[in-house]
């Protein structure tokens, strides 16, 4: 049996909100789970942050029983420091450094005019 820590969909149309479940690889996504361990809130509040809430030591748990985490749950978990970076996050970071950097090149040539 293949263990995988994933995301599960909650929530409604266009307002997402997953849990981080560990779950068999071959159940379905919002299906049965042996455990929530945490949950993700891609949805920048106020302040423009995006919300993660991890159990650290079951996650631990999981990962040393041979639970894998999909690439998603393995970027959250690289940026909490339980994992290793992720490569996607590098490109993602470098994506939205190279168009900021960009947004701004076009506000000074405009305020130049």
Known sequence: MVLR?????????NR???HIVVANKKWKRDGKHFE?????????NERNE?????????IRYWLGTGAQPTNRVAQLLGIAGILPVHPRSYLEATRNREARQEDF?????NGQE
């Open 105 to 109: 090149q076009e506000i000074f040539k």
């Open 50 to 58: 995006k919300l993660v809430a991890l159990k650290l030591d079951r």
């Open 5 to 13: 820590i994933r995301l599960a969909l909650h929530g409604c149309k």
């Open 36 to 44: 929530q361990v945490g949950s993700y809130d891609p949805m920048p």
């Open 16 to 18: 997402p909100f997953y």
